[in-house]
């Protein structure tokens, strides 16, 4: 029903994170590939909302959510937003940390000796 939202509001959030990053010149790997995590989040989001939209459960008009016409939909849509929305959102952060883990042990791997010998 609106699972997507909660995906949409951790994009939001991390996109205004790295802008501020990116301002400030961080050095720090995750948000220097924080980038990846915005596409994965707003992707998702994206097919999540067409999905919705598809079903009819998005509407052009208010109240927008169909599930939020009435108080027992409305539970239902917010006890599936902190189910299934949370589980989406950290399972898509925690594939992006996973990624950028590895990532980060490939690019070591590929450093020349030199450059280790040196640091």
Do not use: Y
Request: glycine residues 6%; proline residues 3%.
């Amino acid at each position: 029903m609106a699972c997507f939202l909660v995906p949409t509001t951790e994009a939001i959030v991390t996109t205004v994170i790295k802008k501020a990053a990116d301002k400030k010149g961080s050095d720090n790997i995750f948000i220097k590939k924080m980038g990846w995590l915005n596409t994965m989040l707003w992707g998702g989001s994206a097919l999540l909302a067409f999905e919705h939209v598809w079903h009819g459960e998005v509407t052009p008009w208010f109240p927008f959510l169909t599930a939020a016409s009435n108080v027992a939909d409305a539970q239902e849509m917010l006890h599936e937003m902190f189910t299934s929305g949370v589980a989406m959102a950290v399972l898509v952060t925690l594939a992006w940390v996973v990624m950028v883990l590895v990532a980060q042990a490939v690019s070591r791997k590929k450093e020349p000796k030199t450059a280790k010998a040196k640091a």
